[in-house]
C-alpha cells in the first residue's frame, strides 16, 4: 500500500478512529475492575457460608443453654425431689441455676451478632453481585470497541491498493508459499531427527560387531589353551555384544516413529551366554 493512498485512508477514517478510542478511554479500567469485583464477590460468598454454618451451630448451643436455664423445662419429679433437699443444696441449685441463665445469655448475644453478620454479608453481597452485572455489561461494550478498532485497522491496512489490482491475490500466494515452507521444515527436521537416531543405532552395531570379534578371540583361546579366564571374558563380551544388538534395536524402533522411510529391522539372534562345552573338548555343545 503507497503511503499516499495510506495517509489518504488514514485521515477519512481518523474521525471514527478518535471517537472509538475515547469510548475506550472511558472504560480503560473495567477489566480489572471486574476482576476485582470477581474476587470481592467470591470472597463474600465464602464469609456468608461459613457464617450460615456458624449461625445453625450457635443456633443448637443456644438451644442447649435455654433447656438448661429455663426451670419450667424441669420435670416434674424432679421438682417434687427438689424440695426435700437441704438448704445447702437449694443454695447449690440456685447458684447453678444462675450460671445456666448467665451461658443461656452468652449464647443467645453469640447466636444475635452471628445472624446481624449474616444479615450484614448478605446485604453487601447483593451489592457486589449487581456491582459484578454492571461491570460484565460494559466489558461487553468494552469487547465490541475492541473489534470495531480490530476492524478498523484491518479496513485500512488489510485494504486493496490502487494501481495494485492483484494485491490480495499476490498476497494469498505468499502465504501458501510460506505454509508449504513452514511443512517442508516441520519435514526436514523430523527425518533429520530420525537420522540422528539411526546413527546412533549405527553406532551401537559398530561397537557389537566388535564385541563378537573379542568373543571370537576368546572362545578360540579357550578353546587352544583352556582355563576359566579366557571363558569368563568370552561370556562378558557375548552378554555386552547381546545388549549392543537390543540397544541397536531399539534405536531403529525410535526412528520409526519419526519417519516412515525407516524399514524395520530383523530383530538380531546373538547368544546371551557362552556355549557349554565337554570337559578337555574343543567342541561346541548347545545350549
Known amino acids: 500500500m503507497s503511503s499516499t493512498f495510506l495517509q489518504q485512508v488514514v485521515a477519512e477514517h481518523s474521525s471514527r478512529h478518535s471517537e472509538l478510542l475515547n469510548s475506550l478511554s472511558q472504560l480503560d479500567s473495567v477489566p480489572e475492575s471486574l476482576k476485582e469485583q470477581t474476587r470481592l464477590v467470591d470472597e463474600l460468598q465464602s464469609q456468608l457460608e461459613e457464617c450460615e454454618a456458624n449461625v445453625a451451630r450457635l443456633f443448637e448451643k443456644t438451644r442447649n443453654q435455654r433447656r438448661n436455664a429455663d426451670p419450667g423445662l424441669i420435670s416434674g419429679g424432679l421438682k417434687f425431689s427438689q424440695v426435700f433437699r437441704s438448704r445447702k443444696e437449694k443454695e447449690k441449685e440456685r447458684e447453678r441455676e444462675e450460671q445456666n441463665k448467665r451461658l443461656f445469655a452468652e449464647a443467645m448475644a453469640e447466636e ?31 469487547d465490541n470497541i475492541m473489534a470495531k478498532i480490530d476492524a478498523l485497522y484491518a479496513l485500512i491496512f488489510n485494504g486493496p491498493t490502487p494501481g495494485f489490482p492483484r494485491e490480495d491475490e499476490l498476497e494469498q500466494a505468499v502465504q501458501a508459499s510460506l505454509t508449504v515452507v513452514e511443512r517442508a521444515k516441520a519435514g526436514y527436521n523430523t527425518e533429520n531427527e530420525a537420522l540422528e537416531i539411526l546413527s546412533r543405532s549405527e553406532r551401537a552395531f559398530r561397537e557389537c560387531q ?31 555384544a547381546h545388549s549392543l544388538a ?26 546371551r551366554e557362552m556355549p557349554i562345552r565337554k570337559e578337555n573338548d574343543t567342541e561346541f555343545h548347545g545350549t
Open 112 to 142: 444475635t451478632n452471628e445472624r446481624n453478620r449474616r444479615t450484614s454479608l448478605e446485604q453487601a453481597l447483593s451489592n457486589a453481585q449487581a456491582s459484578k452485572t454492571e461491570l460484565l455489561n460494559q466489558m461487553k461494550e468494552y
Open 246 to 271: 537390543q540397544k541397536a534395536q531399539a534405536y531403529v524402533q525410535e526412528a520409526q516413529q519419526y519417519s516412515t522411510h525407516v524399514r524395520t529391522l530383523d530383530n538380531p539372534s546373538i547368544a
Open 210 to 240: 566388535t564385541k563378537m570379534k573379542d568373543a571370537i578371540y576368546w572362545a578360540t583361546a579357550s578353546m587352544l589353551a583352556g582355563g576359566r579366564t579366557a571363558e569368563a571374558k568370552e561370556g562378558v563380551a557375548l552378554k555386552s
